[in-house]
T-cell receptor, first 115, second 117 residues
């Protein structure tokens, strides 16, 4: 069965600290990978996406993620977080290349950045 | 703003009542998805449509849940005989499958928060 695991449920950092959020997926085919962010009181928004090509993808607000196929991972990183990055982060996968268009989400990581 | 629109934003209902939610996707998007999200969890897939065809339903979706997209535009999600366990945020999303965008992200609405009392 398709699944996404996010191992860090809650992360607390001080401003300017570096961030890495883990994401591992289980899927038997070619995948598309996504990170979404949900700021307090707002809807889910796309941070970045990977379809093919360079496994290091850059998104909005200084975020980047690296696809490591051999590890079934797509970890999210940011070198220096800001207080405004306080939000919940969700990793997601779909198999559109294989004809499966539903998006499967992880349980999310709640990030709190202390000013 | 022509994003995904959901109505109502909030719904409080008594146990046993039926409720219906509406989703208007981004106009050129032909895929439409319904998800459920509870506190501390990620969005849980319920069902999705390509145009008016319902292509997949989660096994978690009981017979009390039904979704329609009659003309391939807006969609409705109905829950019959609501139970307290149905209390959640119901999210709608849409995406496009035009050839140039075969791989694309889903765009989410603000959600409808259902509280069953």
């Amino acid at each position: 069965a398709q699944s996404v695991s996010q191992h860090n449920h809650h992360v607390i950092l001080s401003e300017a600290a570096s961030l890495e959020l883990g994401c591992n997926y289980s899927y038997g085919g070619t995948v598309n990978l996504f990170w979404y962010v949900q700021y307090p009181g707002q809807h889910l928004q796309l941070l970045l996406k990977y379809f093919s090509g360079d496994p290091l993808v850059k998104g909005i607000k200084g975020f980047e993620a690296e696809f490591i196929k051999s590890k079934f991972s797509f970890n999210l990183r940011k070198p220096s977080v800001q207080w405004s990055d306080t939000a919940e982060y969700f990793c997601a996968v779909n198999g559109a290349a294989s004809g499966t268009y539903k998006y499967i989400f992880g349980t999310g990581t709640r990030l709190k950045v202390l000013a | 703003d022509t994003g995904v629109s959901q109505n109502p934003r909030h719904k409080i209902t008594k146990r046993g009542q039926n409720v219906t939610f509406r989703c208007d996707p981004i106009s050129e998007h032909n895929r439409l998805y319904w998800y459920r999200q509870t506190l501390g969890q990620g969005p849980e897939f319920l069902t999705y449509f390509q145009n008016e065809a319902q292509l997949e339903k989660s096994r978690l979706l009981s017979d009390r849940f039904s979704a329609e997209r009659p003309k391939g535009s807006f969609s409705t999600l109905e829950i019959q005989r609501t139970e307290q366990g149905d209390s959640a945020m119901y999210l709608c999303a849409s995406s496009s499958n035009k050839r140039a965008h075969a791989n694309t992200e889903a765009f989410f609405g603000q959600g409808t928060r259902l509280t069953v009392v």
